[in-house]
């Protein structure tokens, strides 16, 4: 028994199981291509009842080709809506992809951030780039919040400022405390509930009608 297990060709698509396979391997020794090509067609019906997760689309159906080139070793020749793909091609490894690695100080604050200062360093009206320095500060202000749990002084993200721009981006920071610093305190107190008018007494209340 054992014997028999070990000369058993491998399954080469497990999806479909061995007996599709064992299909596949019989149409390619069809001497007639007429029938082969009916066989052929069959074949991916029942690979599309086997797996019905695959819809009736263009690129599902191609792909259901291109699994029955592979489980015939691509020696399957019939008159299929797609040609059969080229082996090398398909088990070609792709190139591997390569990843821009930039010099960032501060990590946590990513080069988005870095290239955003440098944008607003470029402003030159005053008021505008005290504005844009503000809003990146809070931005700042957040991510460091996420990547360290502690609170970071005004001072510190200033610094960081100076420092990712090369020293064009000062901070005033007088300004910055006079529009509510960095951080998100207007916008908690914003979130904080109001607190409801009193009702007025009425001194109708529970007097009967007559």
Known sequence: MSELVTKRPPLILKEYG????????????????????????????????????????????????????????FTLDVDGPFPMPKKET???????????????????YGQNLVLMLNKAAEIEDEEARHNMTLYIGKLMKSFYS???KENIDDEVIAEH???LTNGRLQVNLAKVREDHSFDTAQKEKQRQPKPQPKKQFNGNRGKRKN
């Open 161 to 163: 400022i100076r420092e």
């Open 90 to 108: 398909m088990f070609k490894k792709p190139l591997p992809v390569k990843y821009n690695v930039h010099n960032i100080k501060y990590k946590h």
């Open 146 to 148: 996420v990547w360290n």
């Open 18 to 73: 061995r007996n599709i396979q064992k299909i596949v391997a019989y149409i390619t020794k069809v001497p007639d291509r007429e029938t082969r090509t009916r066989l052929a067609y069959a074949t991916i019906e029942l690979m599309k009842q086997i797996n019905p997760a695959v819809r009736d689309s263009s690129e599902n159906s191609q792909k259901l080709w291109d699994d029955l080139y592979i489980m015939s070793d």
